[in-house]
């Protein structure tokens, strides 16, 4: 069993769920007592007593335990133990040692326990006015920590109340969230109702939550100079700052809370090769990348049975085409006067592979044997993995963002809501801790304003017809393509109306040019 020291707690607590397996007698006293934590407003219940006894290492403690319902840990240990043990906690070396009859034994904290997550409750009801941010005091059931706050989903989807991933700071059980209400009328929120859950993360996870501010206001500025009103790019600049960690490219990133790329093989003996020869120089920029990789953790040493050799290939800076180009036009020439073109930064080294199956993606070179812990741009099956992933989260987003593969194209119809959008899709991305690449925006700014000019205005941009005139149609084909528009002249101007063009079958070449025109 794993326990939490609490220096917060004055007393040790244990969960029901962690002592059911522990034994099978009753509690030694029932008190079914509730007491007040720091905060001043949680209360947890005491369903009795317990008296508890720890192998910490090779020495045995004991403690009586107040048993309660749900903990954020199995076990807590409060101060009662913390003295009682005359415990020395060592968090520069991540040790703590415990004293009992004049030994003293020293243990290494557990850095791989994972996240430990528990109810972030409102302290006081809240009335907020229609486009209004306030910040509320909310409830947390440890004491003083640095944690994560992840919004509730249920909640945003029932009321128009948006909160944001954050990172909080709790003093005596109590911390400060921002609430927003995009909403023209006034929303109001009861006393401990449940805004979402705080994190406390683990070590690697404190790690990644350094943010090179330097960098990250280099990005969003090259991200946003383009905007030529300088009231407008203030306030996107406000909604950029807000997720900064999406704008640091200091660090590689991996998202969380998706699911993992799998790799299903057949019953068949593990190809192996060995590393190609390459020359000097190749050989030292492959080992300065696989370094890299190695450093911010998305490969690993192998001992996999699998061996494919690893090759250095120039990257090409291409587009993805759009999946249904034609679609695409239809939707953005909508009357959408607001666009933001997003990027994800190595898309494909976000994603994880599942734990079983990374064994599978092993490579060779001169420098040894290496395996991926996300997914590699060379696996089958890779694209459509990421674009599943993508529509996935963002299936909230599909009204106002087209997404295709590792792309994100923003669209509305004001700026404000331009805004809001923006605001929506970083959250999620935030959420998910997906990382963007601000360069690959900015190298593609002045293409996609081109784009942008073409698909509000014609010819791209299709007319509504006019019933007052008559249509013209136009038509043209030969063996190898047939097309058409159909078009108004109103007023001496003519406006196009629809598009068409297909390649011609091989039945339809047969046909003579009248009945292809027709």
Request: with cysteine; charged share 20%.
């Amino acid at each position: 069993m794993k326990v939490m020291l609490d220096t917060g707690a004055n007393r040790t607590f244990i969960s029901i769920k962690a002592l059911h397996p522990l034994t099978s007698k009753q509690f030694v006293n029932k008190s079914y007592k509730c007491v007040i934590l720091a905060d001043g407003n949680t209360s947890l219940f005491i369903l009795g007593t317990w008296d508890l006894s720890i192998i910490m290492g090779d020495m045995l403690t004991s403690i009586q335990a107040f048993v309660v319902k749900e903990l954020c840990a199995a076990c807590i240990l409060g101060m009662d133990f913390i003295n009682k043990y005359k415990l020395i906690i060592n968090t520069e070396e991540q040790m703590v040692s415990i004293c009992n009859k004049h030994q003293r034994t020293t243990l290494k904290f557990d850095l791989n326990q994972g996240d430990i997550s528990y109810p972030t409750r409102l302290i006081n009801d809240i009335r907020i006015p229609p486009k209004r941010t306030v910040v509320v005091p909310v409830s947390v059931r440890v004491s003083s920590a640095k944690v994560l706050f992840r919004p509730s989903y249920k909640l945003q989807q029932r009321l128009p109340i948006l909160m944001l991933n954050s990172s909080l700071t709790v003093h005596r059980h109590t911390s400060f969230i921002s609430l927003y209400n995009p909403t023209n009328y006034l929303c109001s929120l009861p006393k401990g109702i449940i805004l979402g859950t705080t994190t406390i993360p683990t070590l690697s996870f404190k790690r990644n939550l350094i943010i090179d501010h330097q960098l990250v206001n280099r990005n969003i500025i090259s991200f946003i100079q383009h905007i030529a009103d300088h009231e407008q790019q203030d306030k996107v600049r406000i909604i950029l700052n807000q997720f900064a960690k999406l704008f640091d490219t200091s660090k590689s990133s991996i998202a969380t809370g998706v699911k993992p790329h799998a790799i299903k093989t057949l019953d068949h003996p593990p190809p192996t090769s060995k590393p190609f020869y390459t020359t000097p120089s190749k050989q030292e920029e492959m080992y300065k990348i696989t370094q890299e990789l190695l450093h911010f953790g998305l490969i690993r040493p192998s001992y996999s049975p699998y061996a494919a050799p690893a090759l250095l290939v120039p990257k090409h800076d291409d587009n993805h085409p759009l999946s249904n180009l034609e679609q695409a036009i239809q939707i953005l020439g909508s009357g959408y006067k607001f666009f933001s073109k997003l990027d994800m930064k190595s898309g494909f080294w976000q994603i994880p592979i599942e734990e079983e199956d990374k064994h599978k993606t092993a490579f060779i070179t001169t420098e040894g044997l290496y395996e991926w812990n996300v997914l590699a741009q060379e696996l089958k099956n890779s694209p459509p993995s990421f674009q599943r992933v993508m529509a996935d989260i963002l299936s909230t987003c599909r009204q106002f963002a087209l997404v295709y593969i590792d792309d994100i194209v923003v669209f509305s119809r004001s700026f404000e809501e331009h805004l809001e959008h923006i605001q929506q899709l970083l959250s999620i991305l935030l959420k998910y801790n997906f990382q963007l690449y601000p360069a690959k925006c900015d190298a593609q700014k002045q293409a996609f304003l081109q784009l942008k000019g073409s698909l509000i205005k014609s010819p791209l941009f299709l007319d509504f017809p006019n019933d007052n005139y008559p249509l013209i149609l136009t038509t043209d084909a030969s063996k190898v393509g047939i097309d058409g528009t159909v078009q108004q002249n109103i007023d001496g101007e003519i406006k196009n109306l629809y598009y068409h063009s297909q390649v011609t079958s091989p039945t339809q070449r047969r046909y003579d040019p009248i009945k292809l025109e027709a």
